[in-house]
């Protein structure tokens, strides 16, 4: 609910370019990459504007927990309150815009400013400023108080926020995509997950050519060709990984979906045996498997196979817009830094166990999946932000305006719309490329009317 | 000795077993009282560290491998404290068979974050040898600084590194390399070279 609203006062992206002429249905203008206004532009178009990802409940277990994270380029305290409620607050003083908080997590009833010592609650609100009686007003005016981002949800887990009031409720921005992700999460026992580190990495370049790739099935054998080799060097049989990808991927069974709101899925599902250990049978090796596929194998015969899966890398790309994936068993995280850099955050996640679903077998389940999960961003996504590293210098050719993602257009058949206006196409297709970065030049057309909150 | 399973082909002593040694043989064991002060000794690993950081250097990783036991770890944490690495990911947790995956990557011409390779000096300095109440057993303690080019300018990679060294017949082994990076739990560009 928003308890008090205040219209911050912005620019209007939308005269800064003809739009539709840096968008086209097959190109993109290479200034959308490079272009520092329209980096600018997207920390309140895009990353304001819509549901934003910001955190994982696990990782704010208890009252009182916080991490700190941002919000395109504000940044924030996510925190679970006293009360338990989960907010989102901006990491300022309201006095002099000092960070109230500069650690990465802990546990904090009240946040005391380093710099002249006002304090505030965790709900946000002023407890107490030094030596007050210098001070005509009142402290008790709500506009002391830290300003928080006034939307913030959470859809099984993944924390969500907002400055936008206009914004759709999160299940519905989330629409259709939130199919995969629940699928995603009920392979786990009881459909839960916890956060358990990360690989963290960052590559000179815009945002979005992480967001471009994160559906891209076209570059798999080239990019990752290092990857494959290496996981495949001493299989029987080549099928490590992601060797579905070689010889002809579009008449595989996997496929590519434009699931509406910019958000996109790469299901890669369909390639594998349906049957318990299918998904362990193409898992490369790591540190462990032949000792716990071993040890699970003697303790639980059968059933094994079906708990070593759980060790697997799931083989999806669920990527929702702007700046959140769940690919293999990880939380992928976006987050632009400038014009031409950004962060990318690889978030662990473990298998939780509260019930015993998997009759002791979860701490040798974790302990091999995290060492799959190290694998890719080691060995594979390495690869990736160095490509999109010489993409960004690329685009320094000024004269040479064009980028393409115009892979399956107008090739009659090749893509599907259905019934609900989800969008199909082989797995080679930039088809889910054309359709968000339509759904990004509406957004950046639009003028939202962005909110901050306090409490009252 | 020789292991069973050859760890090069296979996994078998990434077990539970060895996480616990390793959590405990990794936790407060750099203790003044332990210290070694004779200074052959300390110059014996020493010199150790320092070939190891030149044939990194030199991208001789086929000596590098050999002065690792056969059944090895190569660790880097993604948190301060290194934690524990069945709980928490970290940035490289490597037996033999990843870090002989790690170096046939290298060696593809297909690793396009090491195309063209990047070129590295280290600095070590500050080796502190630490006994552990297993005589053929040390710790050793040691700063890094690598400096390395790759394409577009100069940078810097620091922190510390634990060794343990166990003693065979005829040397002293690496068991355990865990490199702790000062910047561990910040976003890292480029982490592909061998630290």
């Known amino acids: 609910m928003l308890e008090k609203l205040n219209t911050s006062r912005i620019e209007s992206a939308a005269d800064l370019y003809d739009w539709d002429e840096l968008v086209q249905e097959d190109r993109v203008h290479r200034l959308i990459y490079t272009d520092p206004a329209i980096f600018q532009a997207e920390m309140t178009n895009i990353f304001g504007a819509v549901w934003v990802y910001l955190g994982h409940e696990s990782q704010i277990p208890k009252n009182d927990d916080y991490i700190t994270v941002r919000l395109g380029l504000r940044p924030i305290i996510l925190l679970r309150d006293s009360q338990g409620k989960i907010r989102a607050l901006f990491n300022r003083c309201t006095h002099r815009g000092t960070t109230l908080c500069r650690k990465d997590k802990g546990s904090a009833r009240i946040f005391t400013c380093p710099y002249h010592g006002w304090s505030y609650l965790n709900s946000g609100k002023l407890r107490a400023v030094p030596w007050p009686d210098g001070y005509a007003c009142d402290f008790k005016d709500s506009k002391f108080n830290v300003a928080q981002v006034p939307r913030v949800d959470s859809y099984r887990g993944f924390i969500f926020a907002t400055l936008n009031p206009e914004a759709p409720a999160l299940l519905d921005y989330l629409g259709a995509i939130t199919k995969p992700i629940d699928e995603w999460l009920d392979r786990q026992p009881k459909g839960k997950i916890a956060v358990c580190e990360a690989n963290r990495l960052k590559y000179k370049g815009n945002w979005k050519l992480a967001y471009d790739n994160s559906g891209d099935g076209y570059h798999v054998v080239f990019s990752h060709r290092s990857l494959l080799e290496m996981e495949n060097r001493q299989a029987d049989v080549a099928n490590k990984g992601m060797s579905y990808y070689k010889g002809s991927p579009d008449t595989a069974p996997m496929y590519m979906a434009y699931m509406g709101h910019g958000h996109h899925f790469k299901d890669k599902r369909p390639n594998i045996q349906k049957r318990a250990g299918g998904l362990w049978a193409v898992e490369g090796p790591a540190p462990g498997t032949e000792h716990y596929a071993e040890e699970l194998r003697r303790r639980f015969g059968a059933r094994a196979e079906a708990i070593l899966d759980l060790a697997s890398s799931e083989p999806v790309n669920i990527n929702v817009f702007p700046n959140f994936s769940l690919l293999g068993n990880h939380i992928q995280v976006f987050e632009p830094v400038s014009v031409d850099e950004t962060n990318v955050t690889w978030y662990g996640t473990a298998v939780v166990d509260e019930d015993g679903t998997l009759g002791g077998a979860v701490d040798e389940v974790n302990a091999l999946r995290m060492r799959t999960q190290e694998q890719f961003p080691n060995f594979g996504e390495v690869d990736d932000l160095a490509n999109f590293e010489e993409i960004q210098r690329g685009l320094a050719c000024q004269e040479d305006e064009w980028v393409y993602m115009h892979r399956g257009l107008d090739i009659p058949g090749r893509v599907k719309t259905d019934e609900n206006g989800i969008i199909t196409a082989p797995a080679t297709d930039e088809a889910f490329m054309r359709e968000y970065i339509k759904e990004w030049k509406r957004l950046m057309k639009a003028t939202p009317r962005l909110a901050i909150q306090r409490e009252p | ?195």
């Open chain 2, 1 to 195: 000795m020789q292991p069973i399973h050859d760890p090069s082909t296979s996994s078998y002593y990434v077990n539970e077993q060895l996480y616990q040694e390793l959590v405990a043989s990794f936790t407060d064991w750099q203790r003044d009282d332990m210290a070694v002060d004779n200074l052959s000794e300390r110059d014996q690993f020493r010199i150790l560290v320092e070939k190891e950081a030149r044939l990194l250097d030199q991208l001789r990783f086929d000596e590098w491998l050999a002065m690792y036991s056969p059944e090895c770890i190569y660790w880097v944490p993604g948190t301060p404290e290194a934690g524990d690495p069945r709980r928490e990911i970290a940035i490289s947790f490597d037996d033999r068979r990843r870090m002989e995956d790690r170096i046939y990557r290298l060696r593809t011409g297909y690793a396009w974050s090491q195309a063209p390779k990047s070129r590295t000096v280290r600095m070590i300095s500050n080796v502190e040898t630490f006994s552990t109440g297993q005589s053929s057993v040390r710790m050793v303690r040691s700063n890094f600084l690598i400096s390395e080019f790759r394409v577009d300018g100069t940078r810097f990679l620091s922190g510390w590194c634990g060794h343990r060294f166990v003693r065979t017949a005829h040397r002293w082994e690496i068991q355990v390399r865990q490199v702790n990076l000062i910047d561990c739990d910040q976003n890292l560009r480029n982490p592909s070279i061998v630290l």
